[in-house]
């Protein structure tokens, strides 16, 4: 079985991880998901970078013991982690014994090859990068990633000869032209071997946080030569040889682009020093921007990951990241966007399919469809011309790509029932056949998108695939094997059951998540309860949700009203304000209903709505009460209207 073994970088524990180190652990676990998906022996690492000064320092601010502070740490990252959903298969820490004795036999190798020794070393050191700095780094003496100065230091060192492997860097630069992606990193790497490498410090003096240098206890390992160790003691490097011969190489470590000189100079190095293999590959990605500029602990520039997914929930969150920011390129995060790209792909597009989808199967066949002996439509071949597309996208960790040519066969597949228009062939009972053919393309179609998504919306995919009847919900969907699950199945008699919902991503209404840009960037979200939701897609009927009493019933008060004046609401393309008259005066009523029909075309009707409902605000605008309306097939609203409405006038009493 072919085997991978994926990192993250480890985190400094000085504060709690924000949406740019976040997006890099979904990236991350969007790889390693496709990874198991594709039937690969996956090892997904992650951990925490705790032998830092910013760490120390933090831990002495709140007056606690450093490693008692990590350990709170530890908790607080793998919380988030596991919000986020993200299937790490072991999380290392770096104040662990087998990472001490990982290192320790590391350098002492280094040590033995006759790269380390003793100087002096006297220039700037950014605490925040955890590196030491020339004048070229600064501008107006500042670091230019955290835009702090620098401190000046005096103090021994030990120094590892990496100018000995400038010639062995170019050169495996020149026969693994693949080991930095994207390209652009590899050409910065390239010209800064090419520009000569000077030997660098590894040691810190005077500092009792950190793992003892090897040969002078006095010393401690300079924090970044101990963090790069993680990735050779996570798999046992030092402690567990069998496991180390099992995963070593790692296959690809995934890092931020600012530390890229870390993992593709002086890893390697140390690597060809201590006669251990390269990493086959290092994966650079960009930032997550923030009002412009990287999102930053130090320059105080957060979102709270945790924040984001509780507004939407961890698949979107994950889904934005992944799709909005090209893997490899830096891209902006907005609260507005976050709810506009959720509205579209997955409210409007991929949700309200796989609503349409269930719904139809049940209107015409009581959810229970047969794949028909006809052969399979259109749909089929857009199908497997995505998953190679998939494919090739994923194996090149072109994320964004994969997730749009997914998006494609989703709208291949609303085209095709726009274009088939199902419910008129079931009017017709002599294309039966033809219908069920359609209808099985369609879940089939689902299916296999679901299957595609699984590894950036794992949770939301296992939901769909049950609903299209692939997956007894509750099944988790690690099970599933991309050449097996990703062929169209055309299987003659096979039954599938298809299962109702609510929807899986109610739209959002404008104003839901909106962000006061100049205030303490945190969110301000409007209202924490369940958004407003109009116009839903057709989801289930009234016998699968849980009964009530006709007591309970009766606690809802509905009238016929007549509509007097009706207008468009600035800014919303969904909701109306509505004058209705209700036959003991004028009730305004906001209503979802604008897609379906002009204000004009409301005057003067009769609408059934609720009159005993709490007040509401939507958009600004206060609402009291609720019009009822039908949806059909394509989530268009249908107005309830009284059949006989001189016998039934405005302030009618409905049952
Ligand atoms: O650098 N957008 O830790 P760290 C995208 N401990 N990625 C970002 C980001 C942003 N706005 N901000 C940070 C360290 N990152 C070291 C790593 S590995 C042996 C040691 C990324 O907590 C950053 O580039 O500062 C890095 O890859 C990761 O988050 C952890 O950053």
Redesign the pocket.
């Given at each position: 079985m072919p085997k991978f073994y994926l990192t993250t970088?480890?985190?400094?524990v000085n504060s709690r991880p924000h949406l740019?180190?976040a997006?890099?652990k979904i990236a991350a676990d969007v790889i390693a998901r496709y990874k198991r998906l594709c039937g690969v022996e996956t090892r997904f690492m992650m951990g925490n970078?705790e032998h830092?000064q910013n760490v120390f320092q933090r831990a002495r601010e709140l007056n606690k013991e450093p490693l008692a502070f990590c350990d709170e740490m530890e908790s607080a990252f793998r919380e988030v982690w596991r919000r986020l959903d993200i299937s790490f298969d072991d999380f290392i820490r770096t104040t662990e014994s087998r990472h001490r004795v990982a290192v320790t036999t590391l350098v002492s190798r280094i040590a033995e090859a006759g790269d380390i020794y003793e100087g002096f070393y006297e220039g700037w050191y950014c605490v925040s990068c955890e590196a030491f700095k020339q004048e070229k780094d600064l501008i107006d003496g500042k670091c230019t990633v955290h835009q702090k100065s620098p401190d000046w230091i005096k103090e021994k060192n030990y120094f590892f000869r990496l100018s000995r492997y400038q010639e062995r860097l170019r050169s495996h630069y020149e026969q693994h032209p693949a080991f930095l992606e994207p390209q652009s990193r590899r050409n910065e790497i390239l010209r800064l071997i090419e520009a000569g490498l000077e030997d660098i410090s590894v040691s810190r003096t005077g500092q009792s946080w950190g793992i003892p240098l090897p040969s002078d206890p006095e010393s401690v390992v300079y924090v970044w030569v101990d963090?790069?160790i993680?990735y050779a003691s996570a798999v046992g490097y030092g402690v567990d040889d069998s496991l180390f011969e099992k995963w070593w190489p790692a296959d690809l470590h995934v890092?931020?682009?600012?530390?890229t000189r870390?993992h593709c100079v002086v890893w390697p190095a140390m690597l060809m020093s201590a006669g251990l293999s390269l990493p086959r590959q290092v994966f650079g990605?960009?930032?997550?921007h923030w009002q412009g500029q990287?999102?930053?602990k130090s320059l105080g520039t957060v979102v709270d990951p945790l924040e984001a997914a509780d507004r939407l929930g961890p698949d979107p969150l994950r889904f934005y990241l992944a799709k909005e920011i090209a893997f490899g390129q830096d891209g902006d995060f907005t609260w507005e966007r976050f709810r506009d790209r959720y509205n579209v792909d997955l409210a409007n597009n991929f949700g309200n399919l796989v609503s349409r989808v269930v719904s139809m199967a049940h209107r015409y066949r009581q959810g229970r469809l047969i794949v028909p002996a006809r052969e399979p439509g259109p749909l089929a071949s857009i199908a497997t011309d995505t998953v190679s597309a998939y494919r090739r996208a994923m194996d090149g960790y072109a994320l964004q790509q994969g997730i749009e040519a997914v998006l494609s066969l989703v709208d291949a597949t609303n085209e095709y029932i726009a274009t088939v228009e199902p419910w008129a062939v079931a009017k017709d009972p002599t294309r039966s056949d033809e219908l069920d053919r359609q209808l099985c393309d369609m879940a089939e179609s689902v299916r296999i998108a679901a299957t595609l998504l699984s590894p950036v919306m794992p949770s939301a995919c296992r939901e769909v695939l049950g609903r299209v009847g692939t997956v007894a919900v509750g099944d988790s969907v690690d099970e599933l094997d991309l050449d097996r699950d990703g062929v169209w199945a055309t299987l003659p008699g096979a039954e599938r059951c298809l299962v109702k919902g609510p929807a899986l991503w109610p739209r959002l209404e404008e104003g839901v998540l909106t962000m006061n840009e100049n205030a303490d960037q945190q969110p301000v979200p409007e209202k924490k309860e369940p958004v407003s939701v109009v116009a839903e897609t057709p989801s289930s009927d009234a016998s699968e949700e849980p009964l009530i009493s006709i007591d309970e019933f009766f606690k809802v008060e509905l009238r016929v009203g007549r509509v007097v004046l009706a207008e468009a609401i600035p800014k919303s393309k969904k909701l109306l304000r509505l004058e209705v008259e209700t036959g003991s005066g004028i009730r305004q009523i906001v209503s979802g209903i604008a897609k379906s029909y002009t204000p004009e075309s409301l005057v003067g009707r009769h609408v059934v709505y609720v009159a005993n409902l709490k007040p509401a605000k939507l958009m600004g605008i206060e609402s009291n009460g609720m019009v009822l309306a039908a949806t059909d097939v394509n989530g268009e609203a249908v107005l309830i209207e009284p059949e006989d409405v001189p016998r039934a006038p405005a302030g009618s009493e409905v049952k």
């Open positions: 970088a480890i985190d400094y740019g180190t997006y890099e970078d830092s963090a790069l993680n890092i931020g682009k600012d530390i870390f990605h960009g930032w997550v990287k999102m930053s």
